[in-house]
């Protein structure tokens, strides 16, 4: 069930409320309190994108395990604009690029029940209609800064929620490995040559070669070493363009 709210602080706290169960979503036009991942906040204007919260229950997943739904979530928002004609990438962990360009934002949050998850809280930020951004965020764009094309909002959020059930129904089949494929398959600057950061400042030039099931990504140096890195072990260097 879609709820369709006017405005909320965010719908991940929306999200958390015990009478929604899987499968369902909250989408909000305005967030006053939008967040997003370190600690950031997400800004997106009134009516014209998409900003929700789907609900899943895995509770047949492990919690070592927990990088499978963030595939799930990541490798859907790539079909879904690939039926639009639209070709992006999965910037990782878990950002979806048009180019060099930011077009989702994501937020998912596990709640853990044992050793297994027991709610997955993927919040979500398609930017869909918007074609103005504040000039401080780092190459933001849209569906529609890419085609030119207005778009129906209910539409987009209809036919990912469709596309990304299905992919957790395979997942939850069985199809991990499948699903895990895809996801490098996707994956953003995948097999070229760029330039990285790691937290202490240093910077050096690497290839990915893919991730890990866990989540691990694997970047390849000049020396041949192949190095595997965690969540904020590790950086992009994205050229800002100018707007
Ligand atoms: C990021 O890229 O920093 C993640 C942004 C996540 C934004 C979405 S919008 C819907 C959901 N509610 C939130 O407060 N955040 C996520």
């Known amino acids: 069930m879609i709820y369709h709210i006017k405005e909320t602080t965010s719908t991940n706290d929306e999200a958390r409320k015990s009478e929604l169960h899987e499968g369902d979503v909250v989408w909000a036009d305005f967030q006053t309190a939008g967040r997003g991942q370190r600690g950031h906040k997400w800004l997106s204007r009134h009516g014209e994108n998409v900003t929700f919260s789907l609900i899943f229950e895995p509770h047949f997943l492990p919690v070592p395990e927990q990088f499978a739904m963030l595939e799930v979530v990541t490798v859907s928002l790539t079909e879904l604009f690939d039926s639009y004609g639209i070709d992006t990438r999965i910037k990782w962990t878990n950002d979806i690029y048009a180019g060099d360009d930011k077009m ?64 957790y129904a395979l997942l939850k089949e069985g199809g991990r490995d499948r699903l895990h494929e895809r996801y490098v398959e996707r994956m953003y600057r995948l097999g070229e040559r760029h330039p990285f950061a790691l937290p202490d400042g240093t910077r050096f030039e690497g290839t990915i070669t893919g991730a890990e099931p866990s989540g691990r990504l694997l970047v390849k140096r000049s020396d041949g070493s192949v190095g595997g890195y965690l969540f904020k072990e590790i950086e992009f260097v994205i050229q800002k363009r100018d707007i």
């Open 104 to 167: 989702v934002g994501i937020l998912i949050e596990h709640v853990y029940s044992g050793c297994n998850l027991s709610r997955t809280i993927a919040g979500i930020g398609i930017n869909v209609n918007q074609r103005e951004f504040d000039p401080s965020l780092p190459n933001p764009t849209s569906m529609s800064l890419q085609t030119g094309r207005e778009y129906s909002r209910e539409e987009v959020l209809g036919r990912y929620v469709e596309i990304a059930m299905r992919n």
